[in-house]
C-alpha cells in the first residue's frame, strides 16, 4: 500500500529510542524526511544517523520537552530546515510507577509538564503552518491506561486521560482545515519502559520480574509482548493519506488486552 507520505515532513518526539524510534524508523521507511528530538544526545545522533542509511534527510535536535520554551523550539527549528510540518507525533516517556499516596504535588506537578505541556505545546507551534497548507496529521501517543486503567500508575493513567480529552477535542476543532487528530494507545510492548515498569511491579509486591511478565503474557489473548514495529505501523497509517478520514479517535494496539466492546 502507498501511503503517500514521501517527501513528507514528520517531527517525532522522544524518538532516540523504543516507540518514537520505532516511529521514527517506520515514517523513513515510507519516504519522509524527519525532524528527531530526545533528551539523551549521544542515543539521539546514533539513532538519526541509522535512519540516515535509508536515504532520507534527518535532523535531530536534542531537547528536553518538559522544559518551557522547549517544544516550541523544536518546531521552529524544524520549519526553519523544512518550511513546514506535516506530520507531528508527540510521545513522552511514561511518568514513575507507584499508588496514589506515593506522590507529592512535585511529582503530579512533573508529570503534567512531560506528558500534557510539552504535547500542548508541540501542537500549538505546529497547527499554524498546518492550518495554512490545509494538510497535516497530529498523532499523540498515549496509553492503553485511559481506556482501562492500569493498576499502580495513577500518573499516566490520569494524565494521559487529559492528553486524549485535549485532542478529541481539537479534532472537531481542526477538521475543516484538513488536519486530522488521533491518540494510539500501545499496550505492553517490549521497551526499556516495560522493564521499568516489571522492575517496580516486582519490587512492590515482592515477586520477581520474570512473574510479572508471566502476567502480562496470560492477560494479553496474544500470549506475547508487542513489538515496537508493530504499534509504529498504526502510527504510520494514521499519517497516510489513506487515512484522510479517520480523526477523533484513540485506537489500541495491544495484542487484545483491553476487555472493553469500545
Known sequence: MDLGIDGRV?????????????????????????????????????????????????IAIPADLSREGEPERVIDEAIAAYGKIDILVTNTGGPPAGPFESHDMEAWRAAVRSNLESVVGLTRAALPTMKLQRWGRIINVTSIAVKQPVDNLILSNSVRAAVTGMARTLANEVAPFGITVNCVLPGYTRTDRLEELAGANAAREGVSIEEIRDRWHVQIPMRRLGEPREF???????????????????????????????
Do not use: N, P
Open 10 to 58: 514528520a517531527v517525532v518526539a522522544a524518538s532516540s529510542k523504543g516507540l518514537g524510534r520505532a516511529i521514527a524508523e517506520e515514517l523513513a521507511a515510507e519516504g519522509a524526511h524527519l525532524v528527531m528530538c530526545a533528551r539523551g544526545e549521544a542515543k539521539l545522533h546514533e539513532a538519526a544517523d541509522r535512519i540516515r542509511e535509508l536515504g532520507r534527510t534527518v
Open 232 to 262: 509504529a505501523a498504526m502510527v504510520a497509517f494514521l499519517a497516510s493519506e489513506r487515512a484522510s478520514y479517520i480523526t477523533g479517535t484513540s485506537i489500541q494496539v495491544d495484542g487484545g488486552w483491553i476487555q472493553s466492546l469500545l
